[in-house]
């Protein structure tokens, strides 16, 4: 069993229920269904463990400070929500996570023109209090039982939770997860440096820091490498910092396909898929499902489909595009922007390549999980092209559902690229004209060509089941203890 003895106290930002309100005004929780609720939900519930998160909203505020209870298969863990000064919660999630932190590590800035860091000190003023509001919680809630705690502490949100729990409990086994891409020196040094520093050093207060894929722990390294007191053994991959011994490890997050395909064989999922079906009739199905977000590369992706199709006239008609955008923090000005060009540039395809009784793009713009399921189970070309993406979830359920040997084309910059790279049709995801070919090669790929990858993803996927990724954590953090 997983950390026999120990207790597992996981923080995160977002945490593993929500709150809303049902029509008779009364506050109900729902479930996340998210990757890490999925990792993490077995180990939690064998160790009799504690998550914490942040009340993200009124109704997760109604509450916050008293333990939830959260089945989980036969056992179940609990689950504590923070709840923070609505301002101060703004300045850490919106004014440092969202625009700085996630903007930094995926590149999405237009560098000639931004960030200006005008209003930083302030949201990192907002950023440190929530991250030290998480620390205390974490060291309260591990006082509070006998046995010794493992602290799994996940993502950019909480770069500095590890550094602020260990002044407070100097010899507490600490990991620290980033689920997104990490970016390099010369990225990194965009960040004004006391910053950049208060980051690092924020992450290297824990004993083992996780990433998705190689080229994210290896670019945190090269970062450390920057920090005057540190001693960075690239082979080894250990940071020597304030005395002690840092991991820093390669975790790459997994699905679990039976909870998978227990929810495609649903009749809200079977009810989609006739719609699909209907929508597509004899016509090839490319396919992507996304939050509609900036990494994620959307307009590159209509625009070598377009190229596509100008460059392959024969498809016309023969193939349709089926892009599921699940709407993504349109509080934010640049995500509503960046939303309504997606629709503006399928549009402007759709009249010019479309004809009578053919839409070259179907593009849907809301969260529909059913539906998201159906076209996973009937694509032809699944495209997964984000400039960066920690995994990408995705390029895993596609390939597991899939019933049609459905090619994967795969951006390089995935982290899933590392571990599905070799089975997939991989593309630099800037390279617009590079995608227009990988989807000519996708979709004239023959039979056995096409189940031969599609063999190899699932086997490839299988391998790595989604225990491991706790599990791997863990010991390594049992090691470190020894
Ligand atoms: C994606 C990333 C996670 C991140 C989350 C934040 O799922 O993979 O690493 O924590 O986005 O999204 P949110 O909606 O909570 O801001």
């Known amino acids: 069993m997983i950390a026999e003895g120990r207790r597992i106290l996981v923080a995160s930002n977002r945490g593993p229920v929500s709150f809303g309100h049902d029509e008779a005004g009364r506050v109900v929780p729902s479930r996340g269904a998210g990757g890490l609720v999925t990792a993490l939900s077995g180990a939690l519930a064998a160790s009799g463990g504690l998550w914490i998160a942040a009340a993200m909203s009124e109704d997760d505020r109604t509450q916050a400070g008293r333990p939830l209870d959260v089945e989980a298969g036969p056992a179940g863990y609990r689950v504590r929500l923070l709840a923070f000064d609505p301002a101060t919660y703004e300045r850490f999630y919106d004014g440092i996570s969202n625009r700085v932190l996630w903007f930094l590590h995926h590149r999405l800035w237009d560098v000639p023109r931004e960030p200006t860091f005008e209003g930083l000190a302030g949201a990192w003023a907002g950023y440190l209090a929530v991250n030290e509001t998480f620390a205390r919680a974490l060291e309260e809630d591990g006082r509070s039982d006998a046995r010794q705690a493992f602290y799994l502490v996940q993502d950019y949100h909480l770069a500095l939770v590890p550094s602020l729990l260990r002044r407070r409990i100097p010899d507490a086994a600490i990991a620290h997860f980033s689920h997104i891409p990490f970016a390099g020196p010369s990225g990194l040094r965009i960040l004004p440096q006391p910053t950049r520093e208060a980051l690092l050093s924020g992450m290297l207060g824990a004993d083992v820091v996780g990433f998705q894929a190689p080229a994210w722990a290896e670019n945190f390294l090269l970062c450390c490498r920057t920090l005057r007191d540190a001693r960075v053994d690239l082979r080894r991959r250990i940071v020597r910092w304030e005395g002690r011994e840092v991991r820093v490890r390669v975790y790459p997050i997994s699905i679990d396909p039976g909870v998978l395909r227990e929810a495609a064989a649903s009749e809200p999922v079977a009810s ?42 024969e498809w016309l008609e023969r193939i349709g595009f089926l892009a599921l955008l699940n709407p993504s923090r349109q509080h934010l000005p640049e995500y509503r922007t960046y939303t309504n060009e997606c629709s503006e540039l399928a549009e402007r395809i759709n009249g010019r390549l479309g004809g009578e009784g053919w839409q070259p793009i179907h593009l849907s713009l809301k969260d529909d999980h059913p539906r998201a399921l159906a076209a996973y189970q009937l694509y032809d070309v699944l495209l997964v092209n984000p400039v960066f993406d920690g995994m990408n979830l995705v390029a895993k359920e596609g390939p597991v559902l899939n019933e049609r040997d459905g090619v994967l084309v795969l951006s390089e910059n995935a982290g899933a690229f590392s571990e599905l790279g070799r089975h997939a049709l991989g593309v630099n995801p800037f390279d617009v004209e590079a995608t227009a070919g990988a989807i000519a090669t996708a ?40």
């Open 272 to 313: 989609a898929a006739r719609d699909i079906r209907r929508w597509a009739g004899e016509q090839r199905l490319l396919v992507r499902v996304d939050r509609a977000e900036l990494s994620k590369n959307i307009l590159r992706g209509f625009l070598a489909y377009e190229k596509f199709l100008e460059g392959n006239p």
């Open 443 to 482: 979709v004239r790929m023959d039979p056995s060509e096409r189940r031969r990858r599609a063999r190899a993803l699932r086997v490839a996927i299988a391998r790595n089941p989604i225990d491991e990724w706790v599990g791997a954590q863990i010991e390594d953090l049992e090691r470190v203890r020894r």
